[in-house]
């Protein structure tokens, strides 16, 4: 299983970005999918998740009601739409898979490489 994750760049406070996990898996609609995020100095936290029919989503505290999480079965892909931006969202923002269970743990079995999202103030 390979995750490609892209749509990262700079942007200002208060725009938005979506961010694209593309997944190269057989059986891509077995999987749980979940995003997250490394600021410089900082842990891995977890930002969102969606389970495996797009039945259940998850989403971190710090993004609730700004970041929605989708996935496309047909396309093999999982966006992350990310609005009303701010400083603190900037990170590295990995992907992730897993076909166990969906999980708001960093414990996924595959990871993309991740994308850079700077905001500026």
């Known amino acids: 299983v390979q995750l490609q994750a892209s749509g990262g760049g700079l942007v200002q406070a208060g725009e938005s970005l979506k961010l694209s996990c593309v997944v190269s898996?057989?059986?891509?609609?077995?999987?749980?999918i979940g995003w997250f995020r490394q600021a410089p100095g900082k842990e891995r936290e977890f930002v969102a998740a969606?389970?495996?029919?797009?039945?259940?989503?998850y989403y971190a505290d710090s993004v609730k009601g700004r970041f929605t999480i989708s996935r496309d079965n047909a396309k093999n892909t999982v966006s992350l739409h990310m609005s009303s931006l701010k400083p603190e969202d900037t990170a590295v923002y990995y992907c992730?898979?897993?076909?166990?269970?969906?999980?708001?743990?960093?414990?996924?079995?595959?990871w993309g490489q991740g994308t850079l999202v700077t905001v500026s103030s």
């Open positions: 898996a057989r059986t891509f609609n077995a999987y749980a």
């Open positions: 992730a898979a897993d076909n166990r269970y969906v999980m708001t743990t960093a414990d996924y079995a595959y």
């Open positions: 969606v389970s495996w029919n797009g039945g259940s989503t």
